[in-house]
């Protein structure tokens, strides 16, 4: 089980396209991946549980990645928090 704690970073938060993208990779991995914010964790591989987390800039999360290419898709989706998509 990989765990990361991350600062949003992205201008638009986690919202409509960004979340979008986030889920889109998310569901490259093989890895059953959770985000977790203000004590909700939601399936990553989700758009509708992503977006009711409603997750904005600034925003510290945790993201946990449990399989086989755990630690590959942690880093892949912290580097979509880090910047915007579009």
Known sequence: MINKEI?????SGLH???ATYFVQKANEFESSI???SAS????AKSLLGIMSLGIVTGATVTLTAVGPDA???V???DALL????Y
């Open 75 to 77: 880093d892949a989706l």
């Open 82 to 85: 880090q910047r915007d998509v």
């Open 7 to 11: 600062v949003v970073l992205c201008e």
């Open 16 to 18: 409509n396209r960004q």
């Open 34 to 36: 959770w985000l977790e």
């Open 40 to 43: 909700r964790k939601m399936n």
């Open 71 to 73: 630690q590959a898709a």
